[in-house]
């Protein structure tokens, strides 16, 4: 590589083989030049190039690049026609891409978007109901296409594994509802009352309630996990090509395993209660032990046990629902996965909340 500057014009002129080319001192000499001389014009002659690879690709276009900052011209018309292309091609990419701003919308179009969304999220979740009770349909006909081990798989997991986590919050719910009575029921020295009253608020709401919001963040989660790990996996998809429903394969093992299971664990939450709240009555405000007990059970009634019982019905299913849909409607990264976990258990949790409101004044309408 040789070069000389005659009239403010750079000639350089390349002759030979350019393999893995690393002269230093002639590249670094030829940049000073084009820098220190006032060079307007730079002509490149290779006429006798013979053997190059990319180094040479480096060192003109670092060349060009330098003369374009400096508005200089370059003549490389005796370049072989695909060193030009690569050079055409290195300078066609636009290294800092504008970034784009984002459009500012106006208050209707906010409120229009917002509307747009609440209709197609509720249609999708209609839709996702309606496919659920179907194949709870066929498998009351027995035409469902769910594995057995699935659907134990899923007992398991929802069932026995969590007992001990319900025992013991249901154990402090008991506990704290009997130190809340006890403060007030200390006033007009009515203290062996608060067997009537942890053995009431348990039975008829706070075992259903305590229940839940564990079973929502404990298996609800891992229903959205999972499913949505299958979304991320392509597996889902793979059921789909082989003609094999998600609601029947996914869906339904779960929905009928929660189902099933969170009346038994809302029962087991209502006995670990009382439990807790005898502790209480029995070592703090010196209820005899066999009083506390009489009275606990003359406060059990079967229309309060039968709500109770109710809601957690209705919680298995409003949880087997929000994990499952959040699943499957799961995006295909492993922030989705992440974002369908939390989403599961904050609607499901909502969704609770509101079934206790409508089956609570549907019980005070109906008198129960």
């Known amino acids: 590589m040789k070069y000389k500057v005659e009239k403010n014009i750079l000639h350089l002129e390349l002759s030979g083989n350019y393999l893995e080319y690393a002269d230093d ?106 496919e659920s009770f179907c194949s709870f349909g066929r498998l009351l006909k027995g035409s469902a296409v769910m594995r057995p081990v699935d659907f134990l798989f899923s007992l398991e997991d929802c069932g026995y594994k969590a007992i001990p986590i319900v025992s013991l919050i249901s154990f402090m719910v008991g506990l704290i509802l009997a130190f809340v009575g006890a403060v007030q029921l200390k006033v007009f020295g009515a203290e062996i009352y608060v067997a009537s009253l942890v053995t009431i608020g348990m039975t008829r709401i706070m075992g259903a309630i305590m229940t839940g919001v564990i079973i ?31 609601s029947d394969f996914l869906v339904l093992p779960r929905m009928s395993a929660l189902i099933l299971t ?33 009275l606990s059970i003359e406060a059990i009634n079967l229309s309060n046990f039968l709500v109770g019982i109710f809601h957690g019905f209705v919680f298995g299913f409003v949880i087997a629902i929000c994990g499952c849909y959040y699943g499957v409607n799961c995006g295909r990264n492993a922030d989705s996965v992440g974002l369908a976990t939390t989403k599961a258990v904050v609607a499901a949790i909502v969704w609770m909340i509101v079934m206790t409101g409508i089956i609570t004044i549907l019980c005070e309408v109906l008198g129960i």
């Open 25 to 130: 001192k002639t590249i670094t000499s030829l940049y000073l030049a084009i820098q220190d001389k006032a060079v307007k014009v730079i002509e490149i002659s290779a006429a006798g190039l013979q053997k190059w690879d990319s180094t040479l690709v480096v060192i003109l276009f670092s060349l060009e690049k330098l003369a374009r900052d400096r508005h200089i011209q370059i003549k490389d018309n005796q370049l072989p026609l695909n060193l030009k292309q690569l050079l055409e091609l290195a300078f066609s990419v636009n290294r800092n891409p504008v970034l784009k701003v984002p459009k500012q919308q106006g208050l209707l179009e906010k409120i229009g978007d917002w509307g747009i969304n609440i209709v197609q999220g509720s249609s999708k979740g209609f839709y996702f109901l309606y």
């Open 216 to 246: 929502a963040g404990r298996t609800g989660a891992s229903y959205a996990a999972t499913i949505g790990t299958m979304q991320v996996n392509e597996e889902i998809d793979a059921l789909k090509t082989m003609g094999i429903s998600v």
């Open 262 to 294: 969170m009346p038994l664990l809302t029962m087991w939450s209502d006995f670990m209660g009382m439990i807790g709240g005898a502790f209480v009555g029995i070592t703090m405000l010196d209820i005899p032990f066999q009083r506390y007990f009489e």
